[in-house]
Protein backbone atom coordinates (compact mmCIF):
# COMPACT_ATOMS: atom_id res chain seq x y z
CA UNK A 1 0.00 0.00 0.00
CA UNK A 2 1.87 3.61 -1.12
CA UNK A 3 1.78 5.66 1.84
CA UNK A 4 3.78 8.02 3.96
CA UNK A 5 4.47 6.91 7.77
CA UNK A 6 5.17 9.14 10.64
CA UNK A 7 6.30 8.38 14.02
CA UNK A 8 5.33 9.05 16.91
CA UNK A 9 1.84 9.51 16.49
CA UNK A 10 1.65 11.38 19.63
CA UNK A 11 5.09 12.59 21.66
CA UNK A 12 4.73 14.53 24.93
CA UNK A 13 8.47 16.01 25.69
CA UNK A 14 10.36 18.64 28.12
CA UNK A 15 11.88 21.83 26.78
CA UNK A 16 15.63 21.40 25.93
CA UNK A 17 15.67 17.62 25.15
CA UNK A 18 16.30 16.74 21.72
CA UNK A 19 13.71 14.79 19.50
CA UNK A 20 13.38 13.28 15.77
CA UNK A 21 10.02 12.77 13.93
CA UNK A 22 10.40 10.21 11.58
CA UNK A 23 9.14 10.47 7.93
CA UNK A 24 8.53 7.38 4.93
CA UNK A 25 7.43 6.92 2.06
CA UNK A 26 7.55 4.05 -0.26
CA UNK A 27 6.16 5.59 -2.99
CA UNK A 28 9.60 6.66 -4.83
CA UNK A 29 9.09 10.51 -4.64
CA UNK A 30 11.18 12.93 -4.93
CA UNK A 31 9.36 15.89 -3.32
CA UNK A 32 8.90 15.90 0.72
CA UNK A 33 8.30 18.38 2.86
CA UNK A 34 7.44 19.22 7.12
CA UNK A 35 4.37 21.34 7.75
CA UNK A 36 2.99 22.23 10.96
CA UNK A 37 -0.63 22.99 12.07
CA UNK A 38 -1.12 25.60 14.41
CA UNK A 39 -5.26 26.95 14.69
CA UNK A 40 -5.92 29.82 12.65
CA UNK A 41 -2.88 29.91 10.39
CA UNK A 42 -3.44 26.77 9.01
CA UNK A 43 -0.10 24.35 7.56
CA UNK A 44 2.97 25.83 7.43
CA UNK A 45 6.27 24.84 5.75
CA UNK A 46 8.82 23.95 7.40
CA UNK A 47 11.28 22.42 4.97
CA UNK A 48 10.83 20.88 1.88
CA UNK A 49 13.11 18.72 -0.06
CA UNK A 50 13.60 18.21 -3.67
CA UNK A 51 15.66 15.51 -3.59
CA UNK A 52 18.10 13.32 -1.94
CA UNK A 53 20.67 15.88 -0.25
CA UNK A 54 18.61 18.92 -1.80
CA UNK A 55 16.74 20.67 0.65
CA UNK A 56 15.84 24.20 1.61
CA UNK A 57 13.78 26.69 4.00
CA UNK A 58 10.31 26.80 4.42
CA UNK A 59 8.19 30.11 5.95
CA UNK A 60 9.24 28.69 9.41
CA UNK A 61 12.25 26.70 9.54
CA UNK A 62 13.56 28.33 12.80
CA UNK A 63 14.27 25.91 15.73
CA UNK A 64 14.09 22.84 13.01
CA UNK A 65 16.83 20.92 10.95
CA UNK A 66 16.21 18.34 8.38
CA UNK A 67 18.05 15.65 6.41
CA UNK A 68 17.69 13.46 3.41
CA UNK A 69 20.19 10.99 3.08
CA UNK A 70 17.86 8.60 1.43
CA UNK A 71 14.99 9.20 -0.98
CA UNK A 72 12.55 7.31 1.23
CA UNK A 73 13.28 9.57 4.53
CA UNK A 74 12.79 12.95 5.70
CA UNK A 75 13.33 13.15 9.65
CA UNK A 76 12.21 16.22 11.46
CA UNK A 77 14.95 17.29 14.39
CA UNK A 78 14.58 19.34 17.05
CA UNK A 79 18.03 20.24 18.92
CA UNK A 80 15.86 22.19 21.56
CA UNK A 81 12.43 21.94 21.50
CA UNK A 82 10.49 24.80 23.29
CA UNK A 83 7.14 24.98 24.07
CA UNK A 84 6.11 27.32 21.31
CA UNK A 85 6.87 24.22 18.99
CA UNK A 86 3.85 22.24 20.37
CA UNK A 87 2.16 21.78 17.68
CA UNK A 88 0.25 19.14 14.72
CA UNK A 89 2.82 17.73 12.71
CA UNK A 90 2.60 16.50 8.81
CA UNK A 91 4.93 14.98 6.78
CA UNK A 92 4.07 14.94 2.49
CA UNK A 93 5.71 13.70 -0.46
CA UNK A 94 4.61 13.89 -4.13
CA UNK A 95 6.29 12.61 -6.87
CA UNK A 96 7.41 16.51 -7.84
CA UNK A 97 6.88 19.62 -6.81
CA UNK A 98 3.80 20.70 -8.67
CA UNK A 99 1.84 17.61 -8.15
CA UNK A 100 -0.86 16.60 -5.15
CA UNK A 101 1.23 15.28 -2.15
CA UNK A 102 0.10 12.42 0.02
CA UNK A 103 0.42 12.88 4.15
CA UNK A 104 1.71 11.05 6.75
CA UNK A 105 -0.68 10.55 10.20
CA UNK A 106 0.57 13.55 11.88
CA UNK A 107 2.42 14.07 14.95
CA UNK A 108 0.55 15.62 17.11
CA UNK A 109 3.55 17.11 19.64
CA UNK A 110 3.74 19.11 23.05
CA UNK A 111 6.66 20.47 24.57
CA UNK A 112 6.08 20.87 28.07
CA UNK B 1 6.41 34.89 -2.34
CA UNK B 2 3.80 32.97 -2.49
CA UNK B 3 0.88 33.39 -0.73
CA UNK B 4 -2.92 31.19 -0.06
CA UNK B 5 -5.49 33.32 1.84
CA UNK B 6 -8.97 31.84 3.35
CA UNK B 7 -10.85 34.66 4.48
CA UNK B 8 -13.61 32.46 5.90
CA UNK B 9 -12.33 31.04 9.31
CA UNK B 10 -16.45 29.16 9.56
CA UNK B 11 -19.06 28.31 7.76
CA UNK B 12 -22.39 26.51 7.89
CA UNK B 13 -24.74 24.83 5.85
CA UNK B 14 -27.90 22.56 5.93
CA UNK B 15 -27.54 19.48 4.81
CA UNK B 16 -28.48 18.89 0.92
CA UNK B 17 -27.61 22.67 0.44
CA UNK B 18 -24.80 24.29 -1.53
CA UNK B 19 -21.89 25.75 -0.22
CA UNK B 20 -18.89 27.62 -1.71
CA UNK B 21 -15.56 28.22 0.43
CA UNK B 22 -13.30 30.94 -1.37
CA UNK B 23 -9.55 31.28 -1.89
CA UNK B 24 -6.92 33.57 -3.31
CA UNK B 25 -3.82 32.92 -3.84
CA UNK B 26 -0.67 34.82 -5.28
CA UNK B 27 2.15 33.02 -7.37
CA UNK B 28 4.65 34.02 -9.93
CA UNK B 29 4.81 30.61 -11.71
CA UNK B 30 3.38 30.25 -15.04
CA UNK B 31 2.56 26.42 -14.35
CA UNK B 32 0.81 25.41 -11.21
CA UNK B 33 -2.00 23.63 -9.38
CA UNK B 34 -4.10 24.64 -7.06
CA UNK B 35 -5.86 22.12 -4.76
CA UNK B 36 -8.69 21.78 -2.23
CA UNK B 37 -8.00 19.54 1.05
CA UNK B 38 -10.29 18.06 3.61
CA UNK B 39 -9.36 17.33 6.81
CA UNK B 40 -12.27 15.65 8.95
CA UNK B 41 -11.75 15.26 12.94
CA UNK B 42 -9.44 12.27 12.46
CA UNK B 43 -6.60 15.14 10.80
CA UNK B 44 -6.25 12.86 7.99
CA UNK B 45 -5.31 14.98 4.70
CA UNK B 46 -7.55 14.05 1.88
CA UNK B 47 -7.36 15.47 -1.62
CA UNK B 48 -10.61 16.64 -2.43
CA UNK B 49 -9.95 18.41 -6.51
CA UNK B 50 -7.26 19.78 -8.00
CA UNK B 51 -6.88 22.36 -10.82
CA UNK B 52 -4.31 22.49 -13.28
CA UNK B 53 -3.71 26.85 -13.97
CA UNK B 54 -2.87 25.98 -17.93
CA UNK B 55 -6.53 24.51 -17.94
CA UNK B 56 -9.55 26.84 -18.10
CA UNK B 57 -12.05 24.34 -17.77
CA UNK B 58 -13.07 24.27 -14.00
CA UNK B 59 -11.99 20.54 -12.58
CA UNK B 60 -15.48 18.77 -11.05
CA UNK B 61 -14.99 15.63 -8.77
CA UNK B 62 -18.81 14.56 -8.34
CA UNK B 63 -20.53 16.85 -5.86
CA UNK B 64 -17.05 19.13 -5.52
CA UNK B 65 -16.58 21.63 -8.36
CA UNK B 66 -14.30 25.22 -8.26
CA UNK B 67 -14.45 28.24 -9.79
CA UNK B 68 -11.37 28.72 -11.33
CA UNK B 69 -10.54 32.72 -11.97
CA UNK B 70 -6.87 32.82 -12.84
CA UNK B 71 -6.44 36.53 -13.65
CA UNK B 72 -8.34 37.29 -10.32
CA UNK B 73 -6.47 34.29 -8.85
CA UNK B 74 -9.25 33.27 -7.04
CA UNK B 75 -10.34 29.61 -6.35
CA UNK B 76 -13.38 28.83 -4.90
CA UNK B 77 -14.71 25.15 -3.96
CA UNK B 78 -18.81 24.23 -4.29
CA UNK B 79 -20.02 21.48 -2.53
CA UNK B 80 -23.36 20.65 -3.46
CA UNK B 81 -25.75 18.54 -1.95
CA UNK B 82 -23.81 18.57 1.41
CA UNK B 83 -23.82 15.84 3.69
CA UNK B 84 -23.01 15.27 7.41
CA UNK B 85 -19.61 13.65 6.78
CA UNK B 86 -18.50 16.53 4.27
CA UNK B 87 -17.90 18.64 8.15
CA UNK B 88 -14.50 18.87 8.24
CA UNK B 89 -11.97 21.56 8.29
CA UNK B 90 -11.09 22.80 4.31
CA UNK B 91 -7.59 23.58 2.62
CA UNK B 92 -6.55 25.55 -0.13
CA UNK B 93 -3.23 25.26 -1.33
CA UNK B 94 -1.05 26.10 -4.36
CA UNK B 95 1.30 23.94 -5.81
CA UNK B 96 4.87 24.50 -6.49
CA UNK B 97 6.14 24.57 -2.63
CA UNK B 98 2.63 23.84 -1.65
CA UNK B 99 1.75 26.98 0.25
CA UNK B 100 -2.26 26.36 2.29
CA UNK B 101 -4.17 28.87 3.25
CA UNK B 102 -5.30 29.53 7.07
CA UNK B 103 -8.20 27.36 6.30
CA UNK B 104 -12.18 27.20 6.69
CA UNK B 105 -13.81 25.33 9.14
CA UNK B 106 -17.07 23.77 7.32
CA UNK B 107 -20.38 22.73 9.65
CA UNK B 108 -22.86 20.60 8.05
CA UNK B 109 -26.01 21.03 9.85
CA UNK B 110 -29.02 17.83 9.86
Not at chain 1, 35 to 56: A, C, F, W
Not at chain 2, 36 to 48: E, F
Not at chain 2, 75 to 88: E, N, P, V
Amino acid sequence: EAQVTQNPRYLITVTGKKLTVTCSQNMNHEYMSWYRQDPGLGLRQIYYSMNVEVTDKGDVPEGYKVSRKEKRNFPLILESPSPNQTSLYFCASSPRGRTEAFFGQGTRLTVV
Amino acid sequence: AQTVTQSQPEMSVQEAETVTLSCTYDTSENNYYLFWYKQPPSRQMILVIRQEAYKQQNATENRFSVNFQKAAKSFSLKISDSQLGDTAMYFCASGGKLIFGQGTELSVKP
